[in-house]
């Protein structure tokens, strides 16, 4: 379980760490927040998901409160986004290189805590435990993103987007299935490139899960009510 003389789960966790707060930081800079605003939303990408995760496995206080690494980390990555879109082309940029730089990082952030929650599910669940491992490697992933959201005023990105939770979820099976044949390493970084390349490939091709509509008639008749209570 070590890669060059680190941690596996501290180097995802790192990469994960570094990739959210840029995604964080990014809606803040797109909702024209202060650097105050940009952190928080960068701080909540990067360590939100892990404190959820760590309170329901009963670590407490979480993991980010005792270690300030994280913290750190984050606050740093907002800072130095901020400075290379105030004074680099980053600001210059249309808005779709810029959705790319948000997707790029965001993807990798959901690939490294879906990996990070794997690792702690095995450690407190043990290798026959899938719902704990699964749960605990999905509630990482996502669960920072969506708190980024809330406090943008942004539909969770995890609660329409193209496939995304799904994304974290194939991954965390694959970690299940295959650890005990590969070993915990290889699998790891397996379940990482795999969240990727559904993620990259939901996004390219837009893949989306199944959205129920309505039937024509029931959504002309909604649009009509809609404008009705917009006029009054």
């Known amino acids: 379980m070590l890669v060059e003389g680190m941690d596996l789960w501290r180097l995802f966790d790192i990469i994960g760490t570094i990739a959210f707060a840029v995604s964080g930081a990014l809606v803040g800079l797109s909702r024209r927040?202060?650097?105050f605003g940009i952190s928080v939303l960068?701080?909540?990408?990067?360590?939100?998901?892990?404190?959820?995760r760590d309170l329901l496995v009963g670590l407490t206080p979480p993991m980010a409160l005792?270690?300030?690494?994280?913290?750190?980390?984050?606050?740093?990555?907002?800072?130095?986004?901020?400075?290379?879109?105030?004074?680099?082309?980053?600001r210059r940029m249309r808005r779709r290189r810029l959705r790319t730089i948000f997707n790029v990082s965001d993807a990798i952030g959901l690939a490294a805590f879906t990996i990070t929650g794997a690792l702690t599910g095995l450690r407190f669940g043990g290798t026959g435990s899938y719902v704990l491992t699964v749960l605990l490697a999905v509630t990482t992933a996502v669960g920072g993103g969506m708190i980024r959201d809330v406090l943008a005023k942004r539909m969770p990105v995890v609660l329409y987007a193209e496939v995304y939770a799904a994304a974290s979820l194939a991954g965390a099976f694959v970690f299940c299935v295959m650890g005990g044949a590969i070993g915990v390493e290889a699998v790891s970084w397996l379940a990482f490139l795999l969240v990727l390349l559904?993620?990259?490939?939901?996004?390219?091709w837009n893949w989306s899960l199944y959205h129920?509509?309505?039937?024509?008639?029931?959504?002309?008749?909604?649009a009509e009510r809609e404008w009705t209570d917009m006029r009054q």
């Open 42 to 52: 960068a701080l909540a990408t990067a360590v939100g998901g892990g404190m959820v």
């Open 33 to 35: 927040m202060d650097i």
């Open 212 to 222: 129920p509509h309505p039937p024509k008639c029931h959504r002309e008749h909604e």
């Open 198 to 204: 559904i993620r990259f490939a939901a996004i390219h």
């Open 66 to 90: 005792r270690d300030t690494t994280d913290f750190l980390l984050a606050v740093g990555v907002a800072f130095a986004t901020s400075v290379l879109y105030q004074w680099s082309g980053l």
